[in-house]
Every structure is written in C-alpha cells, then in structure tokens.
C-alpha cells in the first residue's frame, strides 16, 4: 500500500543527503491521521540521528531544526510527492492524495488479505527458522496467570514471525520430571479415583497433588515412597513409567482441547522428561570439557564468570550426581539445535526466570555453542488478582469458562443477542478477546492488575470494543445490500473522518513492523484501538445506506477495507473477529 510512496520519498532524501535509499526506505512513516496535518508521511527526527545526518546533540542545541530545514530546502520534488515541508517532528510530505487512496483500496494494488505482511520493505529476514517456546506448565501442578500470559504472548510471538514470511516451530516444554512425580504417583494410591482421572485429569491430578503434600507434612514415609517411586522412573521401570505415561498423555489431551479453545496450537508437546537421560550426557560433556567443579558440598557447578572468580555459576548437579532443571535445559537447547538449526529461539518465560536463562545461554556459550547467542529469553511481567468464581485461579479452563459467563452476563442486556443463533459461542469468543486485550495493553515487562470489569466494558480501549467495531463493519456491509467494489473514485472520498481513516489504514504495515523489531504486542493493539476509534467517528458521518450510489460505494469499500485491517491486526494478537454480537 504504503511501500511505493515510501520508496519515492527515500528516492528524493537519498538525491538531496546523499545517502542510500535503502536505509532511509524503513525510516518514513506514514503520518499519525490524528495529529498530522501537514503532509501524509513523516521522517521523524530520531532515525536521522540513528543514521548519523544529524548529530546527537542536535536536538538538544537547536540545530537540528536548521539542518533539516536545509536538508528539506534541497529536496526536489517529484510526482507522487508533491510537497516536502519540515517542522518540530521531522520532514512531512504531502503526496498526490487521489493515488493514496487508490492504492490503499483497490483490490488490484495489492492482496487485502495480506495487509500489513509486506515485510521485505522493513529488512525483516523472511525465511528464517524460528523456534518459539511457550506455556510450558507443569503437569499437577496449578497453570498459573504466568502460564496463561506465556501462551499467549508466545502464540502472538509465533503468528507474527510466521505471517512475516518466517517459518516457525512451536514447542510447549511441559514440567513433566521430577520428585513431584513420585509424590503424585503415592497420592494417586492414596486419594486418586480412576474415573476422575478420565474425565477430568488435569483437576484431578492437582487434587490428589494438593492432598499428598498435605499427608506427606505428617507422614515422612510418603516422602520416601515418592523418592523411591520417582528412582524407579528415572531407571524406566515399566510400572512407574506406565503410570506416568498415563498422566502426561491424559493431561496433554485436556490441555490440547482447552488450547484450542484459547486458539492456540502446538508442533510438539515436550518437556523435561525427554532430557533426563541426556543431562546425564551434558554432565560427562561438561567434565570433560573441564568446565565443571564439584563443590563441597558435592554439588556440580560450572563457574561462568569472566575472571574465574565463581562470582556467576550455574549448578548443573545435585550431590547425588542428579541432573536439575537448566541441565535438562541445556540438553534440550543442544536437541533443538540439531533438529532444527534455528536462526533465533525464543523462550516465553515469566521474568522470576531471568537468572536461569542467563546461566543457560551462558553455559552453552562456554560449552562451545557458537549458537548461544540465537537464543533469547521474552521476560514478561506479573498478573496480579486474576480470580475466578472459585478464588485464586488454578486452571486455565476456569479463566476461560470465567471470561464466557461474565460476557454472556453482559450480553443479556443487549436485545441483539436474542436474535442470536450462538450466544455462549460469541460470548466465548469476546470474553477471550477482552482477556487478550487486557493483557497486551501495555509493556510485557511490566505488571499489571486483572480487573474483569474493566476488561469486559463495552466502550474505551477493550477487546469488546475492537470487537463491536468489527461486528458492526460487518453488519454494515450485510445491511448495504450492495457489492464491495474493486475500486472507487477517490473524489468521492474527500470528507476528512474518510480521510482520517485511509491514512490510518495505510500506516498498518508500519504498527506490525513496530510490534515485531520490539517484539510488543501493544503496537498492534493500539493501532486497532485508534482505528477502530476512527472507524466509530466515519461511521457517525460517512452514511452508506441512503447515499447517492456511488458515493455509497466508495464509503462501502473504505469500511470494508477498514474492517479487513481491523481483522488482520486482531488476527496477529490471537483474536478472533466475530460477525454480529
Ligand atoms: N515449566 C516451567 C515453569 O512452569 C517453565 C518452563 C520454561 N521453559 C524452559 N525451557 N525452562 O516454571
């Protein structure tokens, strides 16, 4: 859409600064429609600084201003680009307006389904293999908000690199090791019912895991029993090994179903059970590579210092020669690279794991992977209060169910939803959008409190908004009883809520390349929030039904082109556009 207008615009910076075109093509955006108002695109400041035309001190000793001033006084300007004026922001340009909107709406120009994935205009390396690890909970163990947080930042992280030409494997690393199981499997004895386990795995599991580590604060024997259990795993006996394989596979099928529900989807389901043996291989690597020391306490640790003074270590052994967590980390990172040979890992990981993965990706450096330095780990910050009708949230189908029922709650007040065929399946539908939205509101890194009420308001910046907005596009387009056209007379167009909302449109490739160089999902939600703001201000305006006919047309095709955005941007954050709510 954007990208011809782009690529004239570098083509007269590169001729008046003398500096290639390619490297001033990602720097010009398309100008915010709600504060511009002298020219559609804009080269802001700051990338003429990152690029060295100005110095960096400039702005701070006015001379910046000058020098694009200058700079902008050399440019010679050519068809598309009629106009090149600067001011506090940068350099905006005006261009032949007619030929913008016939290149943001007409079908010919380009794909609409494709909006916003043209990536090769911003450098991203399409092509690549990305290796996205994400939810990874722990079987029996409650999937917390960190858990809920990490699927969908991570299946954000995946749609994006893979609707930007990249192909993508998606790995949930289940916590499916350790003593835990030895416990679970005593308490399966104890307190565990075979048809609980059937019909509700997950839950059943993590009440027989709640009741054994009661037991077990009275009865040090169940203690021993789980060591004992968990030794016969760790050595394949068939018996310990069949019932573990049992609550793994019932568990993995339950989470596939809830998953789903949440849209969410897998490659491989693996986990720490797949690297106890080959820990045991790290181990000897590491000892004969030198790198490990035992301690005095007769643990293993690998110092990772840079001047050998142990003041950063990992412990990759217990004292009885045991592997832990990151030595089945290291394992797997090692697997992975072999089957894959990824050009960039991401960990999706709560930030209370921040040490761990520093030691890991240090260990492999030490170790001799050139690779270390592909992998990366996306730290996010805390949910605070997510509860349910059942108090502190335990399982992921309860937030779900939650979203759903307080949604639906919201939707009986409407008179719409009476004419609806499938109530509890829209309602399911925007109630998930609402959590999604609440959660990529703002920075990953940073906190944040679950409030459902403010999450399920139907006006402000919610999911259920971007939602209304979509349903009532389409709406529109049912009720219009005509066909979108292909094309329009950009004339027909000239209302400024129209021309708001084009200029919008068009700055969509932008907000996707913004989301993915700083991997923040709220690039994309706002820029959905603002054009669905844009989208409620056209709709108040810009009547179709009613219109002269070819006025109607030409508003029909901008709002359709609207919504198809609209789709595409909900379409990256996980969200799925309803119809009618
Ligand atoms: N199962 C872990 C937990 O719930 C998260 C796993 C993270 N991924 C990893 N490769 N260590 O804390």
């Known amino acids: 859409m954007a990208c011809h207008f782009r690529r004239a615009i570098a083509g007269l910076i590169s001729k008046a600064a003398r500096i290639h075109e390619e490297k001033i093509v990602p720097l010009i955006q398309v100008s915010n429609p709600k504060t511009s108002s002298e020219g559609e695109f804009l080269l802001p400041i700051k990338p003429l600084i990152d690029i060295g035309v100005l110095p960096p001190d400039s702005v701070e000793s006015g001379t910046a201003q000058d020098t694009i001033a200058n700079l902008t006084n050399r440019i010679s300007c050519q068809h598309p680009v009629l106009k090149a004026v600067s ?124 009741k054994v580590n009661q037991a077990a604060e009275e009865d040090e024997d169940i203690h021993r029993q789980a060591r004992e259990f968990f030794r016969l795993l760790e050595h394949r006996d068939p018996t310990a090994l069949a019932l573990w394989t049992r609550f793994r596979d019932l568990s993995i099928e339950e989470y596939s179903r809830i998953y789903k529900r949440l849209g969410v989807q897998f490659d491989e389901y693996s986990g720490e059970s797949m690297y106890s043996y080959r820990s045991q291989q790290v181990i000897s690597q590491l000892r004969e590579a030198g790198l490990l020391q035992i301690t005095e306490r007769g643990t293993g640790v690998v110092d990772l210092s840079e001047d050998n003074s142990m003041s950063f270590y990992s412990t990759v052994t217990r004292s009885d020669g045991t592997s832990l967590y990151i030595t089945r980390d290291i394992a797997a990172a090692v697997d992975r690279y072999e089957r894959f040979k990824f050009d960039r890992m991401y960990y999706v990981v709560d930030k209370s794991q921040e040490d761990h993965f520093r030691q890991l990706f240090k260990t492999l450096e030490k170790m001799g992977y050139t690779w270390a330095d592909r992998c990366h780990h996306i730290k996010f910050g805390r949910v605070q209060g997510m509860k349910t009708r059942r108090g502190e949230v335990v399982l992921l189908e309860d937030i779900l169910n939650e979203a759903q029922r307080q949604m639906l709650d919201n939707m009986q007040q409407a008179a719409t939803t009476k004419h609806m065929d499938n109530p509890e399946e829209v309602a399911e539908t925007v109630g998930i959008t609402a959590v999604l939205a609440q959660d990529f509101r703002g920075k990953i890194l940073s906190d944040y409190k679950f409030d459902w009420n403010r999450a399920l308001q139907s006006k402000g910046d919610t999911g259920v908004f971007l939602q209304y907005t979509h349903a009532r596009l389409c709406s529109l387009e049912r009720e219009s009883g005509m066909l979108v056209p292909d094309s329009c007379d950009p004339a027909l167009l000239q209302e400024q809520q129209a021309l708001q909302l084009l200029q919008q449109i068009a700055g969509f490739d932008q907000a996707v390349h913004k989301a993915w160089t700083e991997l923040e999902p709220r690039h994309i939600l706002s820029y959905n929030l603002q054009l669905s703001h844009l989208v409620a201000a056209a709709h108040k305006s810009l009547k179709v039904k009613g219109s002269p006919k070819d006025v109607a047309e030409a508003r029909l095709l901008l709002f359709h082109a609207a919504r198809v955005t609209l789709a595409n941007g909900m379409d990256l954050l996980c969200m799925t556009p309803v119809d009618r709510m």
Do not use: C
């Open 87 to 210: 001011n506090k922001y940068g350099i905006q340009f005006s261009v032949d307006q007619a030929l913008l909107i016939k290149s943001v709406l007409s079908k010919e120009q380009e794909d609409r389904e494709q909006y916003g994935r043209r990536s090769d205009l911003f450098g991203v390396r399409k092509g690549e293999k990305v290796v996205v690890e994400y939810s990874s909970p722990n079987i029996a163990k409650p999937f917390h908000a960190g858990h809920l947080r990490s699927t969908i930042m991570g299946n954000f992280i995946a749609k994006l690199h893979h609707a930007l030409g990249n192909k993508v494997v998606r790995i949930n690393y289940l916590g499916d090791w350790g003593v835990q199981f030895g416990l679970l499997a005593v308490g399966f004895q104890l307190f565990g019912s075979e048809e609980a386990l059937q019909t509700n795995p997950i839950q059943h599991l993590f009440e027989v895991y709640v």
